[in-house]
Structures are given as structure tokens and as C-alpha cells.
DNA sequence: CTCCAACCTGGAGCGCACTCCAGGTCAAGC
DNA sequence: GCTTGACCTGGAGTGCGCTCCAGGTTGGAG
């Protein structure tokens, strides 16, 4: 089971077809492969890298980082170090985002409840 | 109290001076009181508004939208309800923000433990 | 063999939210 | 009164992450 057509590769991640030859362009995604007349055919780690970057996208990691992620991958094992860093660096930043989230979730809430309590429009006005 | 200078707003309110003409350019905030010569000086309302801002900017909020709110505040009590009706409407999208965030934590989390495992880069390589 | 939907490329364009700039004005301290 | 740093304006520029386009090619169905 591997070999996916563009169209099938974009559906499965979540991603245009423009966002993956985009990412493909900019060395994100490693060469893809081709068929004899140069369409793309995706393989299942390909589908696996575009889960991961799914998720780093989603939780706020700028593109350069995920490519220094994706290259640092590339060149071998002995790289595992640095990428559990950067991912554990990330990690910490997520939290950090949550945290901020979630106070201004509060906040909001907060500010709603004047609305339900029928005290006009808040503070703030 | 009342009576901030620009570059007081900008460090009460975490935006920076560009930023503040910015909003009121657009029509975000509403128009800044000046002194004779037509510099701004914010008053504790404005200070009001720009926390607001940031609570929905930092929840993704796009600015159209803070500036449809600001702008039904404008037009008086009669619009509270549709007031209220918008924040509930970005709360909801908020939570669906945090359920995700919180799935591609735990995500990137799991694979930060293959790391510390020293089970190799994990899956998708 | 023909058709046509899906695919290809390089490059331009877009939407967002600022950010910076030039060239000038204001106002508080000496 | 002079200096100087903070401030003003309109408008251009930036960075990010795509998204769209023209013009051409591919490949599976019938």
C-alpha cells in the first residue's frame, strides 16, 4: 500500500495540491517521486512527514524551523539530538501558548457574562 | 488618571506605537483625543479598548471582525445582543483553537518520547 | 486512438497585520 | 529662545504562507 497520486496525497493530509508542491519546492518535503512522465507519486512516509508537519504547523512553528526539523532528518542519525531539542524547544513554546490561551479564553468568558447578565456592554464599553 | 501619552499607551498596552495609529487608521479604535498641536493622548477607555484587542487578537481574532464589534459598540445598546452573539461565536471557535492545540501537543509529545527513548527519530522518520 | 481530467512548471499575486520611512511639527527642559 | 526627543502624516515596504495563473503535458477510460 504506497503510492499515492497528488490528488490522494492532498486529501489525505489536509494539504492543497499547491501547499504540497510548495513545500516540496522549498526543500520541506524532501524530492518526491516521479513517474516517467514527472507527475508525483507520494509514498506513505511522504503521508507520515506531512502528518508531522501537520502538527508543528497547527501548534505555531514557523516553516524555516520545520525545514531545519525536516533537513537535520535527512542528514542522518546522528542528528537525533539536536531535533529532540528543537522539538522539546518547541514543545515548551506550545505550552506557553496555552497558558496565554487559555487565560484570554477567560477573559473572554468573562466579558460574555455581562452580556447574559444584561449589565450593558462591560467596563470597556 | 486619564490622559496617556502615545508612547505610555504603547508600553501599557503591549502594542507598539505604529501599531496604536495603525488601529485607529482602520478605524479599529475609535478616533484618539489630541492636544492643540495633534498629538494623541489616550485616556483609560482607549487603555480599555486595547486590552480587549489583544484578548481577541490573541485568540485569532481577525481584524475585521474587532472592528465590526467596535463598531456596533459605537452604535449604542441596541446592539448588545448581536455584541454578545459575536463573542459567543469566537468563544466557540476559541475552544475548537484549544481542542486542537491540546490534540497536536499530545501529539508532538509522543514524539518527543521516541527521542528520549532512543528508539531512533520514531515512525515517519 | 482520442479525449479530458489531472497533472506539470515558473513565476506572479494575494491577504494579513503590521512596520518602516521621509520629511516635517511639537513641547518640555535648560 | 533653543535644543532635542517624542511625535505627526501619508504612503511604501515587509514577511509569511500560501494561492493562482498561463500555457503546456500526461495517462487512464472508452
Redesign the interface.
Known amino acids: 500500500m504506497n503510492g499515492y497520486a497528488p490528488s490522494e496525497a492532498a486529501r489525505r493530509s489536509g494539504f492543497s495540491l499547491d501547499t504540497l508542491r510548495y513545500y516540496e519546492k522549498i526543500g520541506l518535503l524532501a524530492d518526491v517521486d516521479r513517474t516517467a512522465g514527472g507527475q508525483r507519486v507520494f509514498t506513505d512516509?511522504d503521508l507520515?512527514?506531512l502528518?508531522?508537519f501537520?502538527?508543528?504547523r497547527?501548534?505555531g512553528m514557523p516553516i524555516a524551523q520545520m525545514r531545519r526539523y525536516a533537513q537535520l532528518?535527512r542528514e542522518g542519525?546522528h542528528t537525533?539530538d539536536e531535533?529532540?531539542d528543537l522539538?522539546?524547544h518547541?514543545?515548551a513554546r506550545?505550552?506557553e501558548?496555552?497558558r496565554?490561551?487559555?487565560r484570554?479564553?477567560d477573559?473572554?468568558?468573562e466579558?460574555?457574562r455581562f452580556?447574559?447578565r444584561?449589565l450593558?456592554?462591560a467596563?470597556?464599553?
Chains 1, 2 share one sequence.
Open positions: 512516509d507520515g512527514w502528518v508531522l501537520r502538527c508543528l497547527d501548534t532528518a542519525e537525533a531535533r529532540r522539538l522539546r518547541h514543545a506550545v505550552e501558548q496555552m496565554l490561551l487559555q484570554q479564553y477573559h473572554l468568558r466579558k460574555i452580556y447574559e444584561q450593558g456592554p467596563p470597556q464599553e
